[in-house]
């Protein structure tokens, strides 16, 4: 297997403030990371694709502005939530693909963090 | 978009039974995957399926790739208080370029001893 952490597992911060999460990947390098969001008794949602070096992808629907991701690194990807507000309070998860074949689900995730604006 | 529509949502089942729950789509997909999720957790893999047809087994679970590609099942036998959680189907298909994963709606299952 492979190990992919999140920092930091839960946060809480008033409205308006902005929120940093990071995934990072611990013993292989990713260079794609993908970030979903999950509401409480709901599915998994992506949220954008983040390929080192280079801008996200976004999904349809998802702020880019509101959602600010950052790849730097083959082991670290950051989601910035801006200005949160109560209605962003949800579960984040991050998860990396370790390099291999194509034909073979090699994508890891994190353990999440739970946000909750107030 | 794509729609994953998994069913049971939940059920309860007593310790020793065997369980099955399954996942249907309208759209084909290339790959299927089955994660179990734990309450503040991430999901972990369970069973990959990249065949039409194939049968995969992990254990005391098996898991097949349905013939017309839109639909997966997943049987746990022999159930233990372990077994609690979350499973979520998920299909992969190719999407401009990078392969993109939908999931389903999970399967809450309560395991009684």
């Known amino acids: 297997g492979a190990v992919v952490s999140q920092h930091p597992s839960w946060v809480i911060c008033k409205s308006g403030t902005s929120v940093k999460i990071e995934c990072r990947s611990l013993?292989?390098?990713?260079?794609?990371m993908f970030w979903y969001r999950q509401f409480p008794k709901q599915s998994l949602m992506l949220m954008a694709t983040?390929?080192?070096?280079?801008?996200?992808?976004?999904e349809q629907g998802v702020e880019k502005d509101k959602f600010l991701i950052n790849h730097a690194s083959l082991t670290l990807s950051t989601l910035t939530v801006t200005s949160a507000h109560p209605e962003d309070s949800s579960f984040y998860i991050c998860s990396a693909r370790k390099p291999g074949t194509r034909l073979v689900e090699t994508q890891y995730f994190g353990p999440g963090t739970r946000l909750l604006v107030l | 978009g794509q729609q994953l529509n998994q069913s049971p949502q939940s059920m309860f089942i007593q310790e020793g039974e065997d369980v099955s729950m399954n996942c249907t789509s309208s759209?084909?997909?290339?790959?299927w995957l089955w994660y179990k999720q734990d309450p503040g957790e991430g999901p972990v893999l369970l069973i990959a399926l990249y065949k039409a047809g194939e049968l995969t087994s992990n254990g005391r679970l098996t898991a097949q790739f349905g013939i017309t590609r839109k639909d997966s099942f997943l049987n746990i036998s022999a159930s233990i208080p372990s077994d609690v959680g979350i499973y979520f189907c998920?299909?992969?298909?190719?999407?401009?370029?990078?392969?993109?994963?939908?999931f389903g709606t999970g399967t809450k299952l309560q395991v009684i001893p």
């Open positions: 983040s390929n080192e070096g280079s801008k996200a992808t976004y």
């Open positions: 759209s084909i997909f290339n790959t």
């Open positions: 998920a299909g992969k298909v190719n999407s401009g370029g990078y392969q993109k994963v939908t």
């Open positions: 013993d292989f390098q990713a260079t794609t």
